[in-house]
Each structure stands twice: as C-alpha cells, then as structure tokens.
C-alpha cells in the first residue's frame, strides 16, 4: 500500500513512576486521498499519535509506514528529512512564527527543502491565494484574525507538497463561516491525493472523513443489571489498561488497588474494605482502567453499570 | 540552498520583532563597550606616556647611580666630575627633579634641566629652546603659554617654548631648563648632576653608577602606576563580566521566548544548527553593534578624562573580536536550552 499504514503502535513513558501507554497497540491504514480524522478525548494520544506519524516522537514499539518508507526506523538527519520533505503540519493554536510576515511564515519550510528565497516566496504567494489571502501576504500573525491565522498555518503545512498532512485541531476556536473554509480546504486537499490525518474534538469533521480512528475504543453501555460478582483471593477484579465497564461496591473481602511500575511490579495504592467500591471513574468518563484491582481476600461484590451506580449514589445523597 | 538565507532571515525578523529590547540591550551594550575602550585607551596611555617622553629627550641609555631604578622614581645626584668619565658618541648630563609651578595656582611638575642643544631638550611643538638660564620650555598641559613668567622655588622663569606629550606618572607634566638653572632650583648646588645621558657607543661610565637603556628608564617611571594598572585591568575584567552578562540574558531571554518557535521550525525540519546559528548570529550583532556605538560615543567620553585617554588602534579590531567570543560564551546557554528543546512543543495546547 501506497498511503499509510500504522501497525500495532505502542507508546509508553513513564511518570511519577508509573508506566503510561497512551498508545497502546493502534492500527489503522489510509490509502492517498483519504481523510482520517482522530476522535477521543483530552488524553485519548491524539496529539502523540500525531507526533509519531510526524516523525517527532519515537514509538516505543510498533510500525509507521508511508509509502515504502518505515518512519518509526528513522533518525537523526533522515527524519528531519522525512518531516522536511515528505510531511506538512497544521498546528493547534497556529503555531505562526510572530516575528515573520505570513508569506514569510509559508515560505519558511519550503526554503528547507532548498528552495531559494524568491522561489519559495513566490510558491507561498500562490499558495496564501488559494487559501484567499493573497491581501494579507505581508501581515503578521497579530495583525491577522484566528481565522486567517489558521489559513496561513494550513498554507505552510501545504508548502512542500506533502505525502501526509497533519492537524491538529485545525477547527478549534474557529466560527462556523472560518471551519468550513478550513473543511473545504483540507478536502480539497485530500482529493489531491494527500493522506490528511486530522485531530480534533469538533464532530463537524465526521461527516466529511473517510476513516475515523477511535482513540479510546468505544464501550457500548452495559446494559445489565446490578449483580453479585465472587472472586478468591489472589485473583483479579480488573488489570490497569483495561476497557471500564462496570463499578464495583465490596460487600465483605478487601481488595488491594495496585498501580503498574516502569521497571515492572507494581505498587499498592490502597486496600479498601467492605462499604467502599472502586473502579468508578474508568467507566464514568470513558478512560481505561487506570489501576489493577486483586482480591486481597476472598470477595464478594456487587457489580453496576455506571448509570445505576450514578442513581445509587444521587439517591444516598 | 544552505541554511544561511533561514538563519539571517530569523535573525534579522526577530531583531525587527524585538527592536526596542534588543535596542536597549545595544545601547547598554554601548555603555559598557565604551568604559572599555577608555579603560583600554588609559592603559595604553599609562604605558605609552614614559615610552615616549623618555625617548624624546633623544638618549638611547642613561647613566645613572647603582641601587636606582629610575631617575624619575628616586633621587640620588652624583658628582658632575663623573661626568667627564663617560665616554660615548654623544652624552651629556641633566638634572631631574620635582618641583611646583606657581602661576594661578600651584603644579606639581618634573623638572629636567639640560645643556642648551644637548641631549635632555626635547622637542619642541611652539617657541624656541631653553638657551639660558631663567627660561623655561613646558608642556602644553601645564597651561601656560610662551611669555608667561612662571616661580619655581621662588625663582621666577619665563616661557619661551612648548612641548606636547611630554607627561610622567599619569599626566604630570615635565618642564625643562638650562642645566645650571635647575641645579640651583633642585640641589641649590652646581656641583651634582642627577645623570648623565648618552647616546650611540657607550664606551665607558664612571664607577658607582650603571648603564641603563631608556626602555628600561620608561620602565622604572611605570613602577609607580603597577597599582593603579592592575585597578583598571581589574575594572575591564568586571566590564566583560558585565558585558556578558547583559548580552547572555537577552540571548537567554529570547531562548526561552522562541522555545515554541523553535520547536515548530524543528518539526517542521529545521535543524538544530540552523537554529543556533540564528541565536548565536543574534548575539554577535548585538555586541557587534555595541561595539560600533561604543566606538563613537568613547569619542566623546574621552575628551571629559582628567589624563588623556590613547584608545590603541588594535583595540578597534581586538575588541570586537573579543565581543564577539564573549557573546557567544554568553548566549551558550540560551543555544544549549534551544538544542534541548523538543520538537514535540510544536503540538503543546494541543489536548489529545
């Protein structure tokens, strides 16, 4: 395949101690002319997957490849290379340099591919015009509205023609009037046969995407009934990293909450006790399970979807 | 295309940004350029001053009594009958002392006393010559002007030349007078002489007392100005601190400013020697330009010295060499803190 194909992704770092992955073994492809846009929330490794695919971050395990090139192999000077050549990059919040003019700012990254200064002005001319800001080539980023501002980020990610466009957010804190016109932009785009991997919260991006990359694996909603759950001691409730589903009250045991270690082991969080439950935020908030939960007795528990638990607690109040 | 078209055009761009700081910073800069070039123009001076008036009274050595290292320094007369000791090319003895001039006022001056035309008359810059006793030539820093009628020991003498550049011990001026004359003024005796200066072959000297070069002589008139050399050098040592210090903070403050900037343009495939060469380009055309200022503002801050400031013409090209190196130094930590910098802050707002 010609287009991009990510395999089994793994990105783990460690902090306070702890292991992090928030990749944690993602695939997907895209064929040139594909728009793939990201979904998940805040935390959900948006931003690092883009990084990866980008060449500014090194997964820790897994493969990056667009075209025949396997970028999760690079370095050094063959990956500023690759980000030079073969990537352009839309950043959240512009990411303008303040002190160039916006043809300055386009140029900037075609000058790197070692264009000369006035064929490089000349390209980000023409490309500030397709971007309808042919009236603000010598304007600076304050000097520009957000709107505008973005338009230019979008030219100079567009500069050296890239295999694969990344962005970051390119709709946030854009109206309506200035998103559809980065929509119809980063179409356009893609019908050019760039592969565009777009990041964002702004669900007016879904309908005009053609692969959508949940970063946190949706959970459909269990649906079952409060139940008893028996465990032995020594057994697990749950692993960190998990998908949550349900919420646990203790009836009578005690169950030890444990955070996985970088070096490996792990470490005692807490043991909670009969009355108490765990395991509530994961499902409440669609984030993975963030600890392990083992049996530090035998347990007895009760079991809840989150909506029930949710009506239970409002009820004790 | 190499990466310097990226590099001046960040440069330049950021200069323009940041105008009015970076133009404090020059004018700063300036400021402490300029006490440098004064700071060097005195220890110029201080070292020229005795160079060149010892070689203007035209001996190439002295003959002076052992156990002294300068006549300018100590005083030790010996016997005018040792003078027809001496055998040279050309020598002749004179009297040196220190005396005052009253005249509106009182100076301290060193006096010479010479042999008309002989070795010890200086040359002489407006009049004419000492060519009898009760005349006087003197430099032109004493201020006073040919015709005037000065006292020396209570001897009145009359002005009929003047000299310039004749100054010992950081701008006391020298005053010279018929031999006679000054032995009366000094030693109030005609029988001593304070040494005996010759040039060419130098083929005997009287016994007691040493041949010493007139290098050697502007040494021994240096002695005294160590302690106050060593204080200067000290101050341009701090003034470079100081220099650095302003050069490296703006440097470091524009690091720490442009670190998202700089991480765009290295995600975007910059390397990191393009970015450095951009902040170490700024900070050589900050001290470049500082030294340039400096330059002509010490023009105007060396004429309101009290001693005359002699900026060496190495120092316009030493300088700035040297600004330059310190700039870099300086703006070493801001150029490690941008080397350091992840490219992934290019992402940073971001909330994925």
Redesign the interface.
């Known amino acids: 395949m010609s287009g991009l194909v990510v395999s089994d992704l793994v990105v783990e770092y460690v902090t306070d101690g702890y292991a992090v992955r928030p990749l944690d073994g993602l695939s997907f492809e895209a064929s040139p002319g594909r728009l793939v846009v990201?979904l998940?929330p805040?935390?959900?490794?948006?931003?690092?997957?883009?990084?990866c695919l980008?060449g500014?971050?090194t997964p820790t395990s897994g493969s990056i490849r667009l075209g025949d090139l396997e970028v999760a192999q690079l370095s050094g000077?063959a990956l500023?290379?690759y980000?030079?050549?073969r990537v352009g990059?839309v950043?959240?919040?512009f990411?303008l340099?303040?002190?160039?003019n916006a043809r300055?700012n386009v140029a900037?990254?075609l000058?790197?591919?070692?264009?000369?200064?006035s064929d490089a002005l000349a390209r980000a001319d023409e490309l500030l015009g397709r971007v309808g800001l042919e009236e603000r080539l010598h304007h600076?980023p304050s000097q520009l509205s957000g709107g505008q501002q973005q338009r230019v980020a979008v030219a100079?990610g567009l500069g050296n023609d890239p295999q694969l466009l990344l962005a970051?957010?390119p709709t946030a804190n854009l109206d309506h009037i200035q998103a559809e016109a980065v929509i119809r932009l980063l179409q356009e785009l893609r019908d050019q046969g760039c592969v565009i991997v777009v990041?964002t919260?702004d669900d007016r991006l879904v309908p005009v995407a053609d692969e959508i990359v949940q970063?946190v694996p949706e959970v459909a909603p269990v649906e079952v009934a409060p139940h008893e759950v028996k465990v032995s001691a020594g057994e697990t409730v749950f692993v960190q990293g998990d998908d949550s589903d349900l919420v646990y009250v203790i009836r009578g045991g005690e169950v030890d909450i444990q955070r996985e270690l970088a070096g490996g082991g792990h470490v005692l969080l807490r043991r909670l006790g009969s009355g108490q439950y765990f395991g509530e935020l994961g499902p409440l908030l669609g984030f993975p399970r963030s600890a392990t939960a083992v049996a530090a007795t035998d347990l007895v528990l009760t079991a809840y979807n989150p909506r029930d638990f949710r009506e239970q607690v409002q009820a004790k109040r | 295309m190499d990466g310097s078209a990226i590099v001046i055009l960040l440069t330049l761009r950021d200069l323009r940004h940041r105008f009015v700081r970076f133009a404090v910073v020059t004018v700063l800069g300036a400021v402490v350029f300029t006490l440098l070039f004064v700071m060097t123009g005195l220890v110029e001076q201080f070292h020229r001053e005795p160079v060149d008036t010892v070689d203007a009274l035209g001996a190439s050595t002295w003959v002076l009594p052992q156990g002294i290292s300068g006549p300018f320094t100590a005083a030790a007369p010996f016997s005018t009958d040792a003078v027809a000791v001496v055998d040279a090319d050309e020598f002749a003895p004179v009297i040196v002392g220190r005396a005052a001039v009253a005249q509106d006022g009182s100076e301290d001056v060193v006096l010479i006393g010479h042999e008309v035309d002989a070795l010890g008359s200086p040359p002489i810059d407006e009049g004419r010559p000492v060519a009898a006793p009760g005349e006087l030539v003197a430099d032109d820093s004493l201020d006073v002007d040919i015709g005037d009628r000065v006292m020396i020991a209570g001897t009145e003498l009359a002005v009929v030349g003047l000299t310039s550049d004749s100054t010992l011990l950081a701008g006391i001026p020298l005053v010279f007078t018929e031999l006679t004359q000054a032995q009366d003024l000094v030693y109030d005796n005609r029988g001593v002489v304070s040494a005996v200066l010759a040039s060419g072959e130098v083929r005997a000297i009287p016994q007691g007392t040493v041949a010493t070069s007139a290098a050697g002589v502007a040494d021994s008139a240096l002695e005294p100005l160590d302690g106050a050399i060593a204080s200067v050098d000290l101050v341009r040592v701090l003034l470079w601190i100081v220099a650095a210090v302003i050069i490296g903070a703006v440097v470091y403050l524009s690091a720490l400013e442009r670190l998202r900037d700089f991480a765009v343009l290295k995600a975007i495939g910059a390397s990191n020697r393009s970015l450095l060469g951009s902040l170490a380009l700024q900070a050589v055309l900050v001290a470049l330009l500082a030294v340039a200022l400096a330059a002509v503002l010490q023009l105007f801050l060396a004429p309101a010295f009290p001693l005359k400031v002699s900026v060496p013409t190495r120092a316009f090209w030493q300088l700035p060499l040297i600004a330059v190196g310190v700039a870099l130094l300086a703006g070493l930590a801001g150029m490690r803190r941008v080397a350091n910098s992840d490219p992934a802050l290019a992402f940073s707002g971001a909330s994925g």
Do not use: V
């Open positions: 990201l998940g805040s935390g959900s490794g948006k931003t690092t997957l883009l990084s980008g500014i971050l000077a500023e290379s980000r030079r050549d990059f950043f959240q919040a990411n340099i303040p002190s160039l300055e900037i990254p000058m790197l591919t070692g264009r000369s200064k600076r100079r970051d957010e990041s919260h970063m």
